[in-house]
């Protein structure tokens, strides 16, 4: 029940206030782990619905060409000693960190895939559209405590896009990117060049580019509570050898991190970084998680597999671990906060939130009525009206 004077508007809520009275704040969700800790909530196994790459220029193909095969060294007993530093700067093609992609590559993959979706185009309307990484950082949001986000969300024809916004202190952060981060995040692409091959049955090689422009990506449909989801996520590839061929469930997630030497470090890991493998591996339904461990020449000297659905079991007993319930029921919440904010059709609405890490207050503001809507929901309104 809202208050009497309550006006709602292209993604603005305006409360008419009494007169000399103080205005109120903007609508709000707290994120206190505490408020979220029910039952989990019902979340429909992740179907894939198609896939797209994109190539050393960052081109789309609506096809798997940028698929690549799981490879991992034999088991021998020792470790793989992967050279995590070769080839840097040297064969290194960061992506345009400038270039801000939006859902572009996603609202092309549903323009050439709209009529085909199961029930028609008609079920995308009241769902939500967005990438799979803005739905990890909505489970993590309750135990973050460091990086603010802001996604902005528009509605059209009924569906609700969600797309990340970086804030200027997340901007100023990246520019200011030390050069050691820089490397290890280099790294982490070495890893996958290690353990994957362009073909089923084929060996990695190592030697070639590491560009970040290329990646495949799957799309996929779900359910969380009563919100249809349909969002796409990077595939870093899939094992040829998995006891099931369907995606997403052949997929499989490659992460490097440093080496453990006490229990203090094997418990930090578990609270956070494993909490970040969990969210992006469980929502698309993906099994499994290999992480390669690096001392501290950057050479890896263990492999680890961490199924998905085992990894809360490291932390279930740790009063200071995180909680999948807490995760999932956040992430809904903030999902019917997100549609009962955003009540008007039209594309130029825009939904920021939330601001600083740790009190996360969440704010719609009116549309900028100059803006146009993106280029693929103008074609994505042509086509449906020819349906």
Same mark, same amino acid.
């Given at each position: ?7 709602? #508007? ?29 039952? !989990? ?10 896939? !797209? ?8 193909? #609506? ?22 530093? /070769? ?38 309307? #009241? ?80 030697? #070639? ?26 595939? /870093? ?31 930090? !890991? ?59 029921? !956040? ?36 549309? /900028? ?19």
């Amino acid at each position: 029940m809202e208050p009497r004077g309550t006006k709602r #508007g292209a993604g603005k809520i305006e409360v008419a206030e009494p007169r000399n009275k103080l205005p109120r704040s903007a609508p709000s969700l707290p994120t206190d782990p505490a408020l979220y800790s029910g039952p !989990f909530p019902f979340y429909r196994r992740p179907s894939e619905l198609g896939c !797209f790459s994109l190539d050393a220029q960052r081109q789309y193909h #609506g096809d798997a060409r940028a698929l690549r095969y799981y490879s991992p060294p034999p088991t021998n007993g020792q470790g793989p000693n992967f050279d995590l530093r /070769d080839g840097y700067p040297d064969r290194y093609q960061p992506r345009d960190e400038e270039l801000q992609e939006g859902l572009d590559h996603l609202l092309r993959w549903l323009l050439e895939h709209r009529g085909q979706l199961e029930g028609g185009p008609g079920w995308l309307a #009241g769902a939500i559209v967005t990438w799979r990484g803005h739905l990890t950082k909505l489970l993590t949001t309750p135990y973050e405590r460091q990086d603010g986000w802001q996604l902005a969300a528009s509605r059209f024809q009924g569906t609700l896009y969600l797309s990340e916004v970086e804030t200027p202190a997340a901007r100023v952060q990246r520019l200011a990117r030390p050069p050691l981060l820089r490397e290890l995040m280099y790294m982490g692409y070495k890893f996958e060049q290690y353990m994957c091959a362009d073909k089923p049955g084929g060996s990695p090689d190592p030697s #070639g580019e590491v560009n970040t422009n290329v990646a495949f990506c799957s799309v996929l449909r779900s359910r969380l509570g009563n919100h249809p989801l349909l969002f796409s996520g990077e595939v /870093d590839c899939r094992d040829p050898q998995a006891p099931s061929t369907q995606p997403p469930t052949c997929y499989v997630e490659l992460k490097t991190s440093k080496e453990m030497h006490s229990p203090g470090q094997w418990r930090s !890991f578990y609270r956070h970084k494993l909490l970040k493998w969990w969210a992006q591996s469980f929502l698309p339904g993906v099994p499994n998680v290999v992480a390669g461990f690096r001392n501290p020449e950057g050479f890896v000297c263990s492999l680890k597999t961490f199924p998905t659905m085992e990894m809360f079991e490291h932390v279930r007993n740790d009063r200071d671990g995180w909680n999948p319930s807490v995760c999932m029921n !956040f992430c809904a919440a903030f999902l019917s906060f997100a549609q009962n904010t955003v009540v008007q059709d039209d594309p130029r609405s825009k939904f920021p939130s939330p601001s600083p890490a740790g009190s996360h207050p969440m704010r719609c503001d009116a549309p /900028d009525s100059s803006q146009q809507p993106p280029f693929q929901l103008r074609e994505i309104s042509a086509h449906s009206q020819n349906l």
